[in-house]
Structure formats: structure tokens, C-alpha cells
């Protein structure tokens, strides 16, 4: 049988890695995703842009975050507006655009505050509607020039969840409720609305702290926010999440505790989707079973029509295994990896 050394497949990463992080002015990557935006289904364009990455990753970083994998840190504003202008040329004009870039958008380190608002201006010729991310921090900055794009863009924060204890202990994710709260009255007292996104199932929890979690978290935050995304866990490399799914001590969420957590929210006035990302694989949210393809179908077409016909029809055998996988998890009284049922 063929072995794989570990040593060879480490280098040939390191050069695979070398050889991505010397694109500079190319931008990581472009695709359409269709989601419930404005009361309507929408497809939607995403850019993600290759930056020098978010600065809280410089110092630290989030627990689950592997994002610096798309990064640079010699990216400067040339190369961004290199990645500006291609992206541009090849897809001039739609509905909706999402930037993302693997850190903060209104970071002034990440992204030069004055060519910020050249992509927004140049944006905003031909999209009708542009979504950033940002930390909070740098709201407060921005908010007087950005106002002038009131109605038109919206700033997404990953809130991740509203617990003080979670945010500092399972997240890392230095801000909190309040910071959040600050940064996002802002936003919209200036006609900027808000999305948030909610971590479902950080590490350290069981998987119903997690649903209870995120269903809290949701609740607490409705009255700030115009959107919620709840975000299922998905593993991604070099992470601390990773070395501990690898040890055995994580395991992602169940595609039913998704559902758990749309369902229970559905009398919220704010619209709640769940795009999923690695749904139904080992290091996505999954049931572990044949249903997880009609499970991601199921909640991703929820998503696009807000439509809860499409979670009341999924249904399936192994909700007892998931029953079961929680409550022995409550005995034992901390997470595990469902390798531990199969005994
Ligand atoms: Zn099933």
C-alpha cells in the first residue's frame, strides 16, 4: 500500500502556499450564492479580496478563524486596487456584491481608508447594493463618509455570540455584546444597515449550550441587527479548532441542531438564514447519515425563500442518534466527538 510521507505532503503545501501568496494583485476568488436579501430572493456576488489580513490575527486571532491561509502580509494599495480593477472588468455590473477580505474592510491597516471609499464609489456605480464585514472598532471612524452610502451598503459583523464567557473563552474574539451594540446603533442611526453572524456550536460547548447559545444570542441581538446569519462551525485548517477535532475532543454541529435553531427563532420579526459552509462534510455541520444531502438542500433553499416549509418537511431516522449523542454529552458534561457513541 501506498503511504504518504508526512514530510513530503508538509513541503509540497509549503510550496503550494508559497506559490498562492505570491499572487498578489490576484483576488482569491469569485462566486454567486443566492440568499433571502431585501425581502426577495437574490443571487448575490462574492468577491473575496486578498489582503494582508485582519490585524486581530496578527495578535492573536479567533479560535475557529483560518482565514490568514488567503493572505498576504505584503499587500499594500496597489495590489489591492490591481485586485479591484480585474474583478471589476470581468464582472462590471449586478445587484449585489459582498466583499469580503478575511479580515475587516474598514481596518486601515488591512485596507487604505481613502481607497476604502474608491471602492465603494467605483462599486456602487453599476451594484445596486454592497456588503462589507467588519470588527466593530472601526465603525466609529468611517461612519461620517459612510452615511453618504445610507440604504446602499450593508456591514456584516461576526458577533459569533452575545455571552461575555464564550466570546472571551471559546471564541478569543476581543469585543463584546456592548461593543457590538455601540458599533451597530451607529451604523444604522446612519441609514447603514446591519447584518450579524452567530457561531454555531464555538469549541468547549456541548451541542445544546451551543443551540441554546445561538438561540439566545440571536434574541439578544434581534433589536440591533437587520439580518442574522447563523454560521454552523466548520473546520478549517491550522486552527485551534482543528487540534482539537483531530484529537477528538470537537465535533461540528449536527445539521438537525441548525434546524433546532431556525425553527425556534422563526417568530423573530429580523429574517434568520444559515448558509453553510462544508454542509453535510466531516468538517461542516452533519448528521453523519445518508439524509445530510437533503438536510443542506433543505435549509439552503430555506435560506434563499425564507420559506420554513422547507425545514418542516425534513425529517429523518437518526434524530434519535442526535437525541441521544446530546443528552449522553449532558451526562458526561463536556464535548465529545461522536466517536465515543460508536462504542
Ligand atoms: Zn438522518
Not at 447584518?195 to 451551543?210: D, G, I, Q, S
Amino acid at each position: 500500500m501506498n503511504k504518504i510521507d508526512p514530510k513530503l505532503a508538509m513541503e509540497v503545501a509549503g510550496i503550494r502556499n508559497a506559490i498562492k501568496r505570491s499572487n498578489r494583485t490576484d483576488y482569491v476568488t469569485t462566486y454567486t450564492e443566492s440568499e433571502f436579501f431585501n425581502g426577495k430572493t437574490t443571487v448575490e456576488r462574492v468577491l473575496i479580496l486578498r489582503t494582508r489580513g485582519c490585524s486581530w490575527s496578527y495578535h492573536s486571532g479567533c479560535s475557529m478563524c483560518g482565514y490568514w491561509d488567503d493572505t498576504n502580509p505584503e499587500i499594500g494599495r496597489g495590489e489591492l486596487d490591481d485586485q479591484i480593477r480585474t474583478f471589476l472588468k470581468e464582472f462590471p455590473k449586478g445587484e449585489v456584491l459582498k466583499i469580503f477580505t478575511s479580515g475587516s474592510f474598514f481596518d486601515p491597516v488591512e485596507i487604505d481608508p481613502a481607497l476604502q471609499f474608491s471602492i465603494i464609489e467605483n462599486v456602487l456605480k453599476s451594484y445596486s447594493h454592497l456588503i462589507v464585514e467588519s470588527r466593530p472598532e472601526y465603525i466609529k471612524k468611517v461612519i461620517g463618509k459612510l452615511k453618504e452610502y445610507r440604504g446602499r451598503v450593508q456591514v456584516a459583523i461576526g458577533l459569533e455570540s452575545t455571552d461575555p464567557y464564550v466570546l472571551k473563552n471559546s471564541i478569543n474574539k476581543n469585543y463584546d455584546f456592548d461593543d457590538f451594540k455601540e458599533a451597530a446603533s451607529l451604523l444604522r442611526e446612519n441609514g447603514i444597515s446591519v447584518r450579524t453572524y452567530l457561531l454555531l456550536k464555538p469549541p468547549f460547548m456541548t451541542e445544546k449550550e451551543a443551540i441554546n447559545d445561538s438561540i439566545k444570542s440571536a434574541r439578544d441581538l434581534a433589536p440591533y441587527s437587520d439580518f442574522i446569519s447563523i454560521n454552523p462551525m466548520n473546520i478549517q485548517r491550522g486552527t485551534l479548532v482543528e487540534r482539537m477535532y483531530r484529537e477528538g475532543n470537537y465535533r461540528p454541529p449536527w445539521l438537525w441542531s441548525v434546524v433546532a435553531v431556525l425553527q425556534a427563532l422563526r417568530d423573530l420579526d429580523v429574517p434568520v438564514v444559515s448558509l453553510i459552509t462544508a454542509a453535510g462534510k466531516r468538517r461542516g455541520a452533519h448528521n453523519g447519515h445518508d439524509c445530510d444531502k437533503r438536510f443542506s438542500e433543505g435549509i439552503r433553499k430555506y435560506s434563499e425563500t425564507h420559506n420554513y416549509a422547507y425545514l418542516d418537511e425534513l425529517s429523518c431516522e437518526c434524530k434519535d442518534t442526535w437525541e441521544n449523542f446530546s443528552e449522553v454529552e449532558e451526562e458526561v458534561g463536556v464535548a465529545m466527538d461522536e466517536v465515543i457513541l460508536d462504542d
